[in-house]
């Protein structure tokens, strides 16, 4: 499967995904309806980094998360 292409599946993909390795407990700030499209390749960009680093720390997660809620729609 490619992530690539910025569409509305693989939005819901990454902002799931990220979700699951943030270990977001309330998935209500992370719901994937919450996000627009055209930040697409900014939270790509963020899923790469995850998927690379592997295990992160507290600060690392919450850094994560507060920088996924500026791409929330407003």
Do not use: C, W
């Amino acid at each position: 499967m490619s992530l690539e292409e910025a569409n509305r599946d693989n939005l819901n993909i990454l902002i799931e995904t990220l979700a699951d390795r943030l270990q977001v407990v309330n998935r209500g700030l992370l719901a994937p309806e919450d996000f627009d499209l055209e930040h697409y390749h900014d939270i790509k960009e963020l899923y790469d980094i995850i998927e690379m680093k592997g295990q992160l720390s507290v600060s690392e997660i919450q850094a994560f998360v507060s920088e996924l809620s500026k791409y929330r729609k407003s």
